[in-house]
């Protein structure tokens, strides 16, 4: 959502009627999420992309609400998923039952093996990691190891030693700690804005907000780069500004999430105010579930298998790169 507001008078930032005021700014509040993903309408067209390339997929965590959901789109878009996962200690031996298919829970100890019999077996799988920041670099290390592509939707970890891990192998990787197509386009469009009219905000003072489910303790990666932009632009900010919103009576009265959201939602409010407070705008992108993520995920899988078919000379994608393609779903 974008918004933009002037007044000759004193600063009068947009009125709606759903707003809420907090700290000077009244924040639109929407009625439904402003950005969303679904698989219906254009499922023939998933089904031939998918077949085109039998891509048998293996995603790494099976136990956590991400992981389900790339493997609900995965198999909505006619992909195969393995019956085999990794997971921590704790859930090593455990069965997970999704779209009616056992999933084969397995832990630290036996992940190599089990990685090699499933490469073995099917030499066009391709991982998908959406497991902890702590698990980032190991598991890099373990696919380059056995020399599976593999998609890194996770976020955290070492990156500099990750991309340096893939670099030196041969395998195929999409990393991005981003995996939501319009959210990563709208990034790109910030990025390009900051480029070509920097310091067009010059002067500007920036109030950023962002709310997500009370499991997340660190800020939004999301919202970092967009403040970047917006530095970039002339808006002065500090990132320790950020105002976290964790608490879910807040995040349903003042900042408008859906009760059946509170455990997985990322919203993300910016308002920029002119020197003389004339002048404001307002940039807003808010997600509701994680579907948008997970048929973003399923997009850099087909996308990477079309890499590794073509034998492509590059090696290491993000989303931008599969933007760029235009055979989104």
């Not at 998918?50 to 959901?69: E, H, I, L, T, Y």
């Not at 995996?179 to 990034?187: D, E, I, R, S, T």
Request: aromatic share 8%.
């Amino acid at each position: 959502m974008l918004g933009y507001h002037g007044t000759r008078a004193a600063a009068t930032p947009l009125r709606v009627s759903s707003g809420v005021r907090h700290g000077g700014i009244r924040w639109r509040l929407p009625s439904v999420c402003s950005v969303g993903a679904s698989a219906g309408g254009r499922r023939s067209i998933q089904i031939r992309a998918a077949s085109k390339f039998d891509v048998p997929v293996m995603v790494n965590s099976c136990c956590g609400r991400m992981g389900k959901a790339v493997i609900e789109a995965a198999d909505s878009a006619g992909l195969d998923f393995l019956p085999v996962s990794f997971g921590n200690s704790e859930e090593a031996g455990k069965t997970v039952e999704i779209r009616g298919k056992g999933i084969q829970v397995h832990g630290p100890l036996d992940r190599e093996i089990i990685l090699a019999n499933a490469f073995r077996e099917h030499p066009n799988m391709i991982v998908v990691d959406f497991t902890v920041p702590d698990a980032v670099n190991s598991n890099a290390e373990l696919y380059t190891k056995i020399g599976v592509p593999f998609v890194m939707g996770t976020t955290g970890g070492d990156r500099t030693k990750l991309y340096k891990t893939v670099e030196e192998s041969n395998v195929y990787a999409v990393i991005s700690p981003q995996m939501g197509k319009q959210v990563v386009a709208f990034l790109a469009a910030m990025e390009i804005m900051a480029k070509q009219f920097s310091g067009a905000f010059s002067g500007y003072s920036l109030q950023v907000m962002e709310s997500h489910q009370s499991t997340k303790l660190d800020t939004s990666g999301t919202a970092k780069a967009v403040i970047s932009c917006f530095k970039k632009l002339g808006a002065t900010f500090d990132m320790n500004q950020i105002h976290l919103i964790r608490d879910p009576k807040e995040q349903v009265e003042m900042v408008g999430v859906p009760e059946e959201h509170l455990m997985g939602h990322a919203f993300h409010m910016y308002h920029l105010t002119s020197p003389d407070e004339t002048v404001s705008f307002e940039f807003q992108h808010n997600v509701c579930g994680r579907s948008i993520y997970a048929e973003g995920t399923v997009d850099a899988v087909l996308f990477l298998a079309k890499k590794v078919q073509e034998k492509a000379e590059k090696r290491i994608y993000n989303m931008i790169d599969v933007l760029r393609e235009g055979n989104m779903r």
